[in-house]
């Protein structure tokens, strides 16, 4: 029998105090009360309390326990703390026993993808993740409206689970249009986009032409959409918000005891119109009535150096200690290729040169 000592709780500086959780067995009680996202101390609140012990059942749910439920509950008001006190009757654990699938799909290829060796403990995660891949992998194959529709048959402590799965039909891309690029180029979006017209819609490649997209830092936001044309082709739209090409940032600061620091930058993300990006640094320490140092950096990167994957970084600096009496000044290229988001290779080039300054102080 189900019982539910809740007592009035009408002071709103009311603080938790003791957590007890017992009968839990498949759950461990750290968990359970992560759930409802309450230690000792916090403040209080009885609907919201209500609201998250829903999801100690949920999680039980989600294992197999679909008998579980909250057999007693106490809350329990000691000198301005609320103790909380839970008793949790878990019930038996269900099986998956058979899948059912209805689907523009082979049956056959579905059950094989799922690869589960029946019976087994019914598990929402194991459930959630074959359908997200299966997702994934048909979106890579040219399916864009995929929709899996899951329903639980119950009997016993058995599962039976009823698949509706609907591929849709396999779309091609017949054209890719670029919106948006008002000051920039075409071709510095189009060489960054890896799926092609005639091919078939591939998920993984656009959102790889997205990230390349961003990566020329000329784009504040970058999305897609498909207009479809019939029921098999379609026309990839990429939709680009465009950052201002030139840019001025002024920093000024401080540093005990006595240093002032500042400097400009001032640059050019699309210099003709090219996707080569310019700029210039000026940076210098001073006290109130001697400088301390001086850095002037000047980067130029171009991106498919000549016409190739690669990409041509190039640094001149100058820097001067005027405690030191030094000049430091040179140059650094550096020649990088991305093979993957996760690989590239680079060689560097670096001049520099050291000498002894005699002029005189001055910023």
Known sequence: MKSIIILFLLTLQLRVGRIEIKGNKHLKKDYIISLINLKKGDEFNLALYNIRKRKIIEAYQREGFFDAKIFQEKLERTNGFVNIYITIKEGPRYCLKNLVFQSDLDTLWLKKYFKLKLPLPYDEDILDTKEAKLVELLNNLGYPEVTIERKIGRADTAVTLYYTIKAGKRVRVRDIRIVGNKHSRKKIIAREIKIKPGEYY????????????????????????LDMVCDSEA??????????????????????????????????RNLFDNAQKLELQWSFIREFTSPKKRDINISYNEPYFLGSPFTMKMHPFYERNYEDTLEFYGIEMVLSRD????????????WKKLSMSTQEKGI
């Not at 656009?206 to 000329?218: A, F, P, V, W």
């Not at 002024?250 to 400009?264: R, V």
């Open 235 to 268: 026309v990839l739209v990429f939709i680009v918000t465009e950052k201002k090409p030139r840019y001025f940032r002024l920093k000024l600061g401080y540093h005990s005891p006595l240093d002032f620091m500042g400097g400009f930058t001032i640059g050019h």
């Open 202 to 225: 591939n998920f993984k490649k656009i959102i790889l032409s997205e990230k390349n997209i961003y990566r020329t830092g000329l784009y504040s936001s970058v999305n897609f959409k």
């Open 339 to 350: 093979f993957t988001p996760y690989l590239n290779s680079s060689v560097a080039l670096k």
